[in-house]
């Protein structure tokens, strides 16, 4: 998680946004732990989430696939 995270990081300080796109071409496994993270926002420790949320992290539905 930490790793992906970091990702997540460097993705939001080059895009100012944390809405990595599902099918992201640079990172897949990104776009896809973004999704994952939503999904599972329920099961998520309180810390997890906090650091998200830290990032402005999008709770809701990316809509990327256009």
């Known amino acids: 998680w930490d790793v992906m995270f970091g990702e997540l990081e460097d993705y939001y300080l080059a895009n ?4 990595v796109p599902r099918k992201y071409e640079l990172n ?3 776009g896809r732990w973004v999704d ?4 599972r926002r329920e099961k998520l420790a309180a810390e997890r989430i906090a650091e998200l949320d830290r990032l402005g ?5 990316a809509h990327d696939d256009k």
């Open 36 to 39: 994952c993270q939503r999904q």
């Open 16 to 19: 100012q946004h944390c809405n």
């Open 57 to 61: 992290f999008h709770w809701g539905v």
């Open 28 to 30: 897949p496994q990104l």
